[in-house]
């Protein structure tokens, strides 16, 4: 059965703070990792990183696949209040599922 | 353009009623999904299809069925509800297997099973 596990759970930081976000993988046929950030309804795409593109970064946002450990993370460098969110790790296989990790809450207080 | 369009936006049902979630796409997207999301937990996957005509079961698809009769539409259907059935649907699409594309996710449906 392919997991998923995100850790931590939840975070709590101030503005400012850097953080990092984990994720680990046991997955049959691994084809992508991607990253979501979810606040109050759906889940929006923030990275996707495969075999081929193991380091991904969009301004503040960095994200780095390790394929021989078998996991990820999710850099936010001088976080903001509108970085609270839930952060949603998943990976795809060539079977054609995703599955999800259980998700991080990142809540950054003033 | 609109992405994915779910319908209702809230929906409360008494157990053992019956009733289909919609989920309609505007992208020509190939692959689409309906997950569910409980409190504290993550997306899990209940029914996909890679093209009109063909679904397959996630990893929680009792109680639940699918059917894609177009490449936009893709309606879940509740059987006989049930109050552990209570929580979040989504619908995502994207473009196929064969492309390594993220998913685009509808709003959601919030769904309460009294």
């Known amino acids: 059965e392919d997991k998923v596990v995100q850790s931590p759970l939840s975070l709590v930081v101030h503005e400012g703070d850097t953080v990092t976000l984990n994720c680990s993988y046991e997955?049959?046929?691994?084809?992508?990792l991607l990253w979501y950030k979810q606040e109050k309804k759906a889940p929006t795409f923030l990275f996707m990183l495969?075999?081929?593109?193991i380091e991904k970064k969009s301004g503040r946002l960095s994200s780095i696949l390790d394929k021989k450990e078998l996991s990820s993370i999710l850099n936010i460098t001088a976080t903001q209040t509108g970085d609270s969110a839930i952060y949603l790790c998943?990976?795809?296989?060539?079977?054609?599922?995703?599955?999800f990790g259980d998700g991080t809450t990142l809540t950054v207080k003033p | 353009n609109a992405g994915v369009t779910q319908t209702p936006k809230f929906q409360v049902l008494k157990t053992g009623q019956s009733m289909t979630l919609q989920c309609a796409q505007d992208?020509?997207?190939?692959?689409m999904s309906w997950y569910r999301q409980d409190p504290g937990m993550g997306l899990r996957l209940i029914h996909y299809?890679?093209?009109?005509?063909?679904?397959d079961q996630g990893e929680v698809p009792n109680g639940y069925n699918v059917s894609r009769s177009t490449t936009e539409d893709f309606p879940l259907r509740l059987l006989s509800a049930a109050p552990s059935q209570t929580s979040v649907y989504f619908c995502?699409?994207?473009?196929?297997?064969?492309?390594?594309?993220?998913?685009?996710f509808g709003d959601g449906t919030r769904l309460s099973i009294l």
């Open positions: 995502a699409s994207s473009l196929g297997q064969g492309f390594r594309q993220p998913q685009h």
């Open positions: 997955v049959t046929n691994f084809r992508s």
């Open positions: 495969t075999s081929s593109g």
């Open positions: 998943a990976v795809d296989t060539n079977a054609g599922k995703s599955t």
């Open positions: 992208m020509n997207h190939e692959y």
């Open positions: 299809s890679v093209g009109a005509g063909i679904t």
